[in-house]
């Protein structure tokens, strides 16, 4: 009896993540727009990845259930931490990670509306484990927002996200692509992260930097899985003050070649 | 007129990168060059060359047992299928174990060969590289991660088993198999098309 007891607690392990839904307002207006986050809280020393998860890993997934007409869109990422593992560098998030979420309620909904995300991601130490799980959130119907306990965590998720709209050059020096990047205030110095997988160097994205009258001249070097030359490559850059604290999430730069001739 | 990046901003430039090696090693494998050599011994004691193999056609597979990427493909049999499948054709496959001792997935030899015969792996040879030289020098940074060897020696493919890159058994159904995929073209004489992708799957877990 008592063997057969550990073996069942044995195979229904507690999971190591948890997940949660909130969102700002316990109710939603017809046809309005909330916002709200996929949580999920890990332990010390316990890590889920990025967008572009790097050498290993990949992001979690979430999949919804909505009533008929609502809609979210994909869960946003704040931005990573270089995680170092051997030679391989991987990107993530670590502690209480909020996915910022944006909620469309149906112009028709009537009655409370049951919002459920299905989600499955890998949570790695030392080694990973895939867990998934099933958050559920029921909102109230009203006229208006009405704070919910999680409003200042949703506000402050949706600051984390990097900007997007960063526009800068590309030029390839043979190999080598290198970037001209402006508007990056002034930072005394910046961080790195490739946006996809396969194009550059995770471990060491920048090769160099220097700092022109209008921003950053940076030598980027590229991933050995790298076909080609593409002539557009994204780059999250997140400047950093004299001590290297980051001043703010950063922002998504498209780098792109100038047009060839006819 | 370019100002020179001072030292305190080089150093917050990097925070990303600080915590890698300072001098990146570039590691030697590329598709299209000769890949890297190597002796590596088997779950007997017995050595095995890369070189021994000329002429024939070698895929490299690194593994974890506990990694749960690793899990999809053995759970499922589709590594099993695969193997069966690339020594009809004549490939040596060479399953690749760099976990080093104390680390997730290492194996003592004796361990291996029980865990190759209780889950059927029909590789020819399971080999240890403990102490991380070999995947080093192929750049290998996930289990799985597969290389495909031409019979002049020459890598002609390496990167990810497929191209849905989760744990989900679910998801081999309807997967594009890069290593099947490189094997039929090169075997037909022909180039093959996707020489290269990012891998996907744990971090190979080398020795600190």
Redesign the interface.
């Known amino acids: 009896m008592l063997a057969t007891l550990a073996a069942v607690s044995a195979l229904a392990s507690p999971p190591i993540a948890q997940l949660r839904l909130v969102c700002e307002s316990r109710t939603y207006v017809p046809g309005s727009a909330l916002r709200a986050a996929v949580v999920l809280d890990l332990p010390k020393g316990w890590h889920v990845y990025w967008s572009n998860p790097g ?4 992001p979690p ?1 979430v999949r919804w259930k909505l009533p008929p007409g609502w809609k979210a869109s994909e869960p946003a990422h704040p931005a990573p931490k ?1 995680h ?7 990107y993530v998030h670590e502690g209480k990670v909020l996915l910022p979420v944006r909620l469309q309620a149906s112009r028709d909904a009537r009655g409370p509306a049951r919002l459920v995300a299905e989600a ?1 991601w ?1 949570v ?1 130490k ?5 867990e998934s799980a099933v958050a559920t959130l029921v909102l109230q119907p009203g006229s208006g927002i009405v704070p919910s306990g999680a409003r200042e965590a949703v506000a402050g998720a949706f600051q984390s996200i990097p900007a997007v709209g960063g526009r800068g050059t590309l030029r390839w020096e043979g190999d080598r692509p290198i970037v001209e990047a402006n508007g990056l205030g002034d930072a ?6 490739p946006t996809t ?2 194009v550059l ?1 995770h ?4 090769a160099r ?5 209008q921003g950053w ?1 940076l030598e980027l ?1 590229r ?3 790298l ?1 080609g030359r593409p002539r557009a490559l994204e780059l999250l850059l997140i400047p ?5 604290r980051r001043l703010g999430p950063g922002r998504v730069f498209v780098f792109e070649a100038a047009p060839s001739g006819p | 007129m370019r100002t020179p990046i001072v030292i305190a901003s080089a150093a917050a430039l990097f925070a990303a990168a600080l915590v890698v090696a300072q001098k990146p090693q570039a590691s030697q494998a590329q598709v299209g060059q000769p890949a890297p050599a190597f002796t590596l011994k088997d779950t007997e004691g017995k050595a095995h060359s890369l070189s021994s193999f000329k002429g024939k056609y070698v895929v490299l597979e690194w593994t974890n047992h506990e990694c749960p990427f690793v899990r999809k493909h053995y759970g499922s049999g589709n590594m099993q299928k695969l193997q069966k499948w690339a020594k009809e054709k004549g490939v040596v496959w060479l399953t690749i174990l760099s976990s080093a001792p104390g680390k997730q997935g290492y194996l003592e030899p004796a361990e291996a060969k029980r865990l190759t015969r209780e889950q059927g792996f029909a590789c020819a040879a399971y080999l240890f590289d403990t102490d991380g030289r070999v995947g080093k020098a192929y750049g290998a940074r996930t289990t799985p991660h597969m290389y495909v060897i031409d019979p002049k020696g020459t890598l002609i493919y390496m990167g990810a088993i497929d191209d849905k890159p989760t744990a989900n058994p679910d998801d081999i159904r309807g997967a594009r198999n890069h290593v099947m995929e490189a094997l039929k073209e090169a075997m037909a004489g022909k180039p093959v098309s996707v020489p290269s992708t990012q891998p996907y799957g744990c971090s190979v877990k080398y020795a600190d």
Do not use: I
């Not at chain 1, 050498?55 to 990949?58: F, R």
């Not at chain 1, 005394?188 to 992260?193: T, V, Y």
């Open positions: 050498d290993s890993g990949v997934r270089a170092r593992d051997s030679e391989f560098v991987s499955d890998l790695c030392e080694g990973c484990v895939p005394a110095g910046l961080e790195a992260f997988p396969g160097m471990r060491q994205p920048v930097a220097e700092r022109t009258p001249r070097n991933s050995e899985f076909q950093t003050d004299p001590s290297g």
